[in-house]
T-cell receptor, first 117, second 110 residues
Framework: DVKVTQSSRYLVKRTGEKVFLECVQD?????MFWYRQDPGLGLRLIYFSYDVKMKEKGDIPEGYSVSREKKERFSLILESASTNQTSMYLC????????????????FGPGTRLTVL | GQSLEQPSEVTAVEGAIVQINCTYQTSGFYGLSWYQQHDGGAPTFLSYNALDGLEETGRFSSFLSRSDSYGYLLLQELQMKDSASYFC???????????FGSGTKLNVKP
C-alpha cells in the first residue's frame, strides 16, 4: 500500500514564524503536491514537484515555498506565517504514466491542521 | 483558467441512488477523477475517466462526456458510511496538475 505521511497532524504557530511542513512517500512516486483545504473552497494547489529539485507553482503559491532534495520528501515552507494561512494542508503523491501523463490516482497524506495565532 | 462546479450538498436515504454532477472548464483536459473524504480524513481515490462513457466499480459508477465538459458520480445502494464529501478533479492545463471542485457533502439518512 502506498503510504504518504506528514510530520504533524496539528500545529500551532505564531504570526511571523517560519514554518516547515514535511511530507514523505514510500512508493518512489515522481510527482508530489501540496494543497490547502478550506471550507467551501475545496483543495487548492500550492506547489507541485515532478522530480527532485524541480518545482512548479500551483494556483496559490504566494507566501509559500517548497523544497524537494530527495525523491521521497517534499517540504512546504511558510517563510513568515500569517493568520490567513491557518488551514488544513494536504500532501499527495502520484506516478506519471505513459509519456509523462499522470496516472489517475493521487495518494494523500492525513493532513496537517495549521493554526497561526 | 480552470473551474469546476458541483453541488455543495446532497441528502439521500439509505438504499437509494444518488448522482453528483460536475461541470468543468479547463484549458487542456486529460481526465476527470472523483475522491471521497470523510470528516477528519484524507481524500481517497474513487474513480477516473479519461474517455467518454461509464466506468463502474462496485456500487460506484462515474460518467464522463468530454463534449459537454460534464461528468457525474453515481452511488447506488447508499449506506450510512457513504456520508462524506465528494470531490471531482480534472487533470488539465500543464501536465500532472489537478484542479479540484469545492466538494459535495453527501448526507445519508436512515
Amino acid at each position: 500500500d502506498v503510504k504518504v505521511t506528514q510530520s504533524s497532524r496539528y500545529l500551532v504557530k505564531r504570526t511571523g514564524e517560519k514554518v516547515f511542513l514535511e511530507c514523505v512517500q514510500d512508493m518512489d512516486h515522481e510527482n508530489m503536491f501540496w494543497y490547502r483545504q478550506d471550507p467551501g473552497l475545496g483543495l487548492r494547489l500550492i506547489y507541485f514537484s515532478y522530480d527532485v529539485k524541480m518545482k512548479e507553482k500551483g494556483d496559490i503559491p504566494e507566501g509559500y515555498s517548497v523544497s524537494r532534495e530527495k525523491k521521497e520528501r517534499f517540504s512546504l515552507i511558510l517563510e513568515s506565517a500569517s493568520t490567513n494561512q491557518t488551514s488544513m494542508y494536504l500532501c499527495a503523491s502520484s506516478d506519471p504514466g505513459l509519456a509523462g501523463r499522470s496516472t489517475d490516482t493521487q495518494y494523500f497524506g492525513p493532513g496537517t491542521r495549521l493554526t497561526v495565532l | 483558467g480552470q473551474s469546476l462546479e458541483q453541488p455543495s450538498e446532497v441528502t439521500a436515504v439509505e438504499g437509494a441512488i444518488v448522482q453528483i454532477n460536475c461541470t468543468y472548464q479547463t484549458s487542456g483536459f486529460y481526465g476527470l477523477s472523483w475522491y471521497q473524504q470523510h470528516d477528519g480524513g484524507a481524500p481517497t481515490f474513487l474513480s477516473y475517466n479519461a474517455l467518454d462513457g461509464l466506468e463502474e466499480t462496485g456500487r460506484f459508477s462515474s460518467f464522463l462526456s468530454r463534449s459537454d465538459s460534464y461528468g457525474y458520480l453515481l452511488l447506488q445502494e447508499l449506506q450510512m458510511k457513504d456520508s462524506a464529501s465528494y470531490f471531482c478533479a480534472v487533470e488539465g492545463g500543464n501536465f500532472n496538475k489537478f484542479y479540484f471542485g469545492s466538494g459535495t457533502k453527501l448526507n445519508v439518512k436512515p
